[in-house]
C-alpha cells in the first residue's frame, strides 16, 4: 500500500502546479527529483497534522453531567415516614390507601440490593384483607432543582417478587413519571411510563435486577421524578414487593454556570425550547461569583459556621433540661421521657470539657411508643448558595435494654433552607453510622462522621436528632453530640455574623476572640481593641435590639417593658427558645427611644392563675400565656419542669 501511495503522490507532482513553471525542466534531474520528494514530504506532514487536528478536536464530555438525585442508591439512610415507613432520605411516599396494606422498607438483604448495601423496598399485601381494591398504587418522588431546557436521563433499577406465581403475566407493574415546578402532586401526573419489567420472581427466590433508562427535557426550574408500583388486582392474600435501587437522574447541575443556550434541534416531544451547546466548556462566565480564595475542590476548611458546636460555649435551661447555648430543641412527646443534658463525664465528651446529651427513656412507662424523637438544630448564616460544604460530627449512641436488637436506636441530621424550626419540614433526614450501640455505663469512643452536602440558600438550619425505634417498656437511649462543624469546600468563605465577644462590664471590654491576634491585655482596658472586625453594638435603646450572650427573649421582653407575645410575632420568630448572639430583633410598638429596664431578677405575678388539665405540659401552658418556661418553672418553685399532675394550681408569672 505505501508503494501504491507513493506512485500515487508522484503522478499528481507530475499533473501537478511544478510543470507550470518554465524553468522547472531546466533543472538538472538530480534537482527535479528532489524538489519532487520534498513536495511529496510537506503533503505527507499536512495530511498527518489534519488528521491529529481532528483527533484532538473537543468533544462533549460527561464531565459536567452529574446525578442530581439525593440518595438514589439508598446508602445515605432512611427516614420513618407516617403512614409508609423506612423510606430513603430525601424521599417521599404516597399511596391511594384504600383495602390494602403497605409497607416500605430498608432492604438490606443482598439478593434484593443491585448496588451497594441497601435498596427501597416497596411491598402491598392483601394479608387479613376480606375483599382487596383493584389499581393500588404505592410510591416515591424527589424534587430537585435543575437547568431549565436541559437534557436529563432517568435511570433505575428493580425487582418484582410476589407470593403468587399464578394469574395475569401483566398484573404488576412499575411506572415513572414527572412534573415540572416546585409543588409535587403524584395524582397530577399524565406522562407515567411502564418500565417494561415482565418478569416476576418468588419472593424467596428473587433473580436478576431489571433495568430502565428514558431520556426528558426540563421544562422548568424544578422537576419531580414519581416511581410508582401498581397492584391491578384486589386478588386476597398475596403480597407483592418491589425493590427499587441505583436511581439516577443524570444532566447538568443547576449549580454549575451553564454556557450560551443555542436552539433546540429537538421536537415538539422535548418542549422545544433552546438546550445547552454540549461541545461548550462549562467554564464560569465573567460574571460568576469565584471561591474568595483558592483550594483544590475536595479540600474543606476554614471557619466552623456553627455556633458553639463543641458545647463549650454554656447551656441553657429549659422545660427538659439543659441544651447547648444558641441551639434550639424538639421532641415528638407521647409514650417516652425526654431530658437534654450538659454531659461532662470524660468518656462520653470528644473535645474540651462538655458535649450534649440527649435522653429518651420508657422507665416506669405505659403505654410506650415506637418511633420517639429528640434533637436539636441551630440557624446557620454566612453561606454561599450552590458551594459544597462539610457537616461532621463527633458522637455515640449507648443505651440499656433490648440489647438484642442491635439497630434499636438511630442517630440522624438533615437541614432546612433558611430560617425555619420545624423539625417535622425536614426530608432529607440521613442516618450517621456512629458505630455500635454501646452500654450506658460503658461508652465506646466518640466516633467522627462527615458529610458534603450543596447550599440550597444563604442561610440554613441545622438539625440533630435520636431516634428511639420501639415502643419497648424500660428502655434508655443516650445521644451524645460534641464537636459539631459546618465548613466550606473549595474556597468559599466562613461567616457573616460578627464574632461572639463578652458584653461590657462597666467601661472594660474583654474579647476572647482578640487573644490569636493580639497580645493578652491588661484586667482592665478601658477602651475595645481592634480585631480588625466589627464588634456587636452595645445594646440599642433605640427600636432594634442586638441579642447578648446570655440573653432570653424574655429577660429581653421584660428590659424594654415589652409583651413577650408581641416580640415574638414582630420578628416572626418560629421558636421564642432559639434566639442566637448577634441577632437583631425588632422592638414591637416602638416610636422612639425606649427606656431599658433593669435585668429581670425575679418574675412579677399578674395576680393569674391555671388548673393544669389533662394533656397538659408546662411548656403548653408557658406558651399559651406568653411567659417563659423557664420563669414558671421557677415562680411556682418546680423542681422537674416534666413533673405536673391534674389539679395542680400555678401561678401565671
Known amino acids: 500500500m505505501g508503494r501504491s501511495i507513493r506512485f500515487h503522490l508522484i503522478g499528481i507532482l507530475r499533473k501537478g502546479s511544478l510543470h507550470h513553471f518554465p524553468r522547472f525542466y531546466g533543472l538538472s534531474p538530480g534537482v527535479q527529483r528532489s524538489m519532487r520528494w520534498g513536495v511529496v514530504f510537506a503533503i505527507v506532514v499536512g495530511l498527518i497534522a489534519g488528521a491529529v487536528a481532528v483527533l484532538v478536536q473537543p468533544t462533549s464530555t460527561s464531565a459536567s453531567l452529574t446525578n442530581i438525585l439525593y440518595n438514589g442508591g439508598f446508602e445515605q439512610g432512611f427516614t420513618h415516614q407516617p403512614g409508609c415507613g423506612a423510606v430513603g432520605s430525601g424521599w ?6 384504600g383495602a390494602v396494606n403497605y409497607g416500605f422498607y430498608d432492604d438490606q438483604w443482598d439478593r434484593v440490593v443491585a448496588e451497594g448495601s441497601h435498596s427501597q423496598l416497596i411491598e402491598l399485601n392483601t394479608y387479613g384483607v376480606m375483599l382487596g381494591d383493584a389499581d393500588r398504587y404505592a410510591g416515591i418522588y424527589q424534587t430537585v432543582p435543575v437547568v431549565a431546557w436541559a437534557e436529563y436521563t432517568l435511570s433505575l433499577k428493580g425487582l418484582i417478587r410476589t407470593t403468587n406465581m399464578e394469574g395475569d403475566p401483566w398484573r404488576y407493574r412499575v411506572q415513572v413519571g414527572w412534573t415540572f415546578g416546585p409543588y409535587p402532586d403524584w395524582t397530577r401526573v399524565t ?12 419472593r424467596t427466590e428473587p433473580g436478576a435486577f431489571s433495568s430502565f433508562t428514558t431520556r426528558l427535557r426540563a421544562e422548568a426550574s424544578h422537576v419531580t421524578v414519581y416511581i410508582r408500583v401498581w397492584k391491578k388486582w384486589g386478588v386476597p392474600e ?14 447538568p447541575s443547576p449549580h454549575i454556570p451553564q454556557p450560551p443556550p443555542i436552539p433546540s434541534t429537538y421536537g415538539p416531544a422535548y418542549g422545544g425550547g433552546t438546550v445547552a451547546d454540549p461541545t461548550i466548556s462549562l467554564q464560569p462566565s465573567s460574571g460568576a461569583v469565584s471561591p474568595p480564595y483558592s483550594l483544590p475542590s475536595g479540600v474543606c476548611m476554614g471557619p466552623n459556621l456553627v455556633y458553639n458546636g463543641d458545647f463549650e460555649g454554656g447551656f441553657n435551661a429549659v422545660s427538659v433540661g439543659h441544651v447547648g447555648a444558641s441551639w434550639g430543641y424538639f421532641t415528638n412527646g407521647g409514650g417516652a421521657e425526654y431530658g437534654f443534658y450538659d454531659d461532662q463525664w470524660p468518656r462520653a465528651v470528644a473535645d474540651g470539657r462538655h458535649s450534649q446529651l440527649i435522653e429518651i427513656n420508657t422507665r416506669n412507662r405505659y403505654p410506650v411508643d415506637n418511633d420517639r424523637y429528640a434533637g436539636i438544630y441551630q440557624y446557620i448564616k454566612g453561606l454561599h448558595p450552590g458551594a459544597t460544604y462539610e457537616f461532621s460530627m463527633k458522637g455515640v449512641l449507648r443505651g440499656e435494654g433490648n440489647e438484642d436488637d442491635p439497630y434499636r436506636f438511630a442517630a440522624q441530621w438533615g437541614f432546612l433552607p433558611g430560617y425555619n424550626g420545624d423539625w417535622q419540614a425536614v426530608n432529607n433526614w440521613t442516618e450517621m453510622n456512629l458505630g455500635p450501640i454501646a ?12 458529610m458534603k452536602f450543596v447550599a440550597p440558600a444563604s442561610e440554613i438550619t441545622l438539625f440533630i436528632r435520636g431516634w428511639k425505634k420501639w415502643g419497648i417498656p424500660n428502655v434508655e437511649m443516650d445521644f451524645n453530640i460534641d464537636s ?3 465548613i ?21 471590654w474583654w474579647g476572647p476572640d482578640c487573644e490569636d491576634l493580639f497580645p493578652p491585655l491588661p484586667e482592665c482596658q478601658p477602651s475595645v481593641p481592634d480585631c480588625s472586625m466589627p464588634w456587636p453594638p452595645e445594646p440599642d435603646i433605640s427600636c432594634t435590639y442586638v441579642v447578648q450572650p446570655g440573653d432570653t427573649l424574655a429577660s429581653i421582653a421584660h428590659r424594654y417593658g415589652v409583651s413577650l407575645h408581641h416580640l415574638i410575632a414582630v420578628n416572626n420568630l418560629v421558636n421564642p427558645d432559639l434566639i442566637f448572639v448577634g441577632q437583631v430583633l425588632r422592638l414591637p410598638g416602638c416610636d422612639g427611644a425606649i427606656t431599658p429596664q433593669p435585668p429581670l431578677t425575679s418574675p412579677p405575678s399578674t ?12 411548656s403548653q401552658i408557658a406558651a399559651r400565656r406568653g411567659v417563659s418556661v423557664e420563669y414558671l418553672r421557677q415562680f411556682n418553685g418546680l423542681v422537674d419542669p416534666n413533673f405536673i399532675y391534674v389539679g395542680q394550681v400555678l401561678i401565671i408569672p
Open 488 to 508: 466550606a469546600c473549595g474556597g468559599y468563605g466562613g461567616p457573616t455574623v460578627p464574632p461572639v465577644v463578652q458584653p461590657p462590664i462597666g467601661d472594660c
Open 92 to 97: 417521599q411516599c404516597f399511596t391511594n390507601g
Open 607 to 618: 395576680g393569674q392563675t391555671y388548673v393544669v388539665r389533662p394533656g397538659d405540659t408546662l
Open 484 to 486: 459539631v462543624a459546618v
Open 191 to 202: 406522562n407515567w411510563m411502564d418500565v417494561g419489567w415482565d418478569k416476576y420472581y418468588l
Open 439 to 450: 452500654a450506658r455505663t460503658d461508652p465506646g469512643p466518640m466516633v467522627h462522621y462527615s
Open 238 to 251: 398475596e403480597e407483592l414487593d418491589v425493590n427499587l435501587d441505583a436511581i439516577a437522574l443524570v444532566g
